[in-house]
T-cell receptor, first 108, second 114 residues
Framework: AQRVTQPEKLLSVFKGAPVELKCNYS??????LFWYVQYSRQRLQLLLR??SRESIKGFTADLNKGETSFHLKKPFAQEEDSAMYYCALNTNAGKSTFGDGTTLTVKP | EAGVAQSPRYKIIEKRQSVAFWCNPISGHATLYWYQQILGQGPKLLIQ????????DSQLPKDRFSAERLKGVDSTLKIQPAKLEDSAVYLC????????????FGPGTRLTVL
């Protein structure tokens, strides 16, 4: 069975500092990886997908199949990045599995 | 475009009572998901529909939970009878297709079972 692990429940950085939110997965097939974000009092929303290799709001994530990781990175954190971040995996059949999330706090 | 709609937003019931949640996905989205999110945890997939057929319901407690997707559009999730451990946020999401696409989430229904 597939599994997504986000080892940090809480992450705190200062504004302007680099930030990396870790995501590790286990799945025997070829996964699709996603990052979702939930800002305070808002609904969960898609941040980025690994297949599009895009940068959204300054965030990037690279799928590392060797290390089975999909870490989310941003070189200079902003206060508005404070939110809950979830890593998610889709199997070949499209079944979704989410990690338990990391709460990011960016301090001024 | 209108987002995923869910109702009610909040529900408080006694244990052993029944409750139903409703979801209206984004127009044209073939895939619909129901998740249960317990406080401090990530969303857990309960059931996934492709149009009006079930793709996956392996984590749905079928002795008390049921779901249907009427005509491949709206969906309802029912719990009967509810237990204390069913207290959670129930999220509905939809996507254009099953694979390759991200999901769009509704605001969720917060259920409290007393």
């Amino acid at each position: 069975a597939q599994r997504v692990t986000q080892p940090e429940k809480l992450l705190s950085v200062f504004k302007g500092a680099p930030v990396e939110l870790k995501c590790n997965y286990s799945y025997s097939g070829s996964p699709e990886l996603f990052w979702y974000v939930q800002y305070s009092r808002q609904r969960l929303q898609l941040l980025l997908r690994h297949i599009s290799r895009e940068s959204i709001k300054g965030f990037t994530a690279d799928l590392n199949k060797g290390e089975t990781s999909f870490h989310l990175k941003k070189p200079f954190a902003q206060e508005e990045d404070s939110a809950m971040y979830y890593c998610a995996l889709n199997t070949n059949a499209g079944k979704s599995t989410f990690g338990d999330g990391t709460t990011l706090t960016v301090k001024p | 475009e209108a987002g995923v709609a869910q109702s009610p937003r909040y529900k408080i019931i006694e244990k052993r009572q029944s409750v139903a949640f409703w979801c209206n996905p984004i127009s044209g989205h073939a895939t619909l998901y129901w998740y249960q999110q317990i406080l401090g945890q990530g969303p857990k997939l309960l059931i996934q529909f492709q149009n009006n057929g079930v793709v996956d319901d392996s984590q749905l407690p079928k002795d008390r939970f049921s779901a249907e997707r009427l005509k491949g559009v709206d969906s309802t999730l029912k719990i009967q009878p509810a237990k204390l451990e069913d207290s959670a946020v129930y999220l509905c999401a939809s996507s254009l297709e099953t694979t390759g696409m991200g999901q769009y989430f509704g605001p969720g229904t917060r259920l409290t079972v007393l």
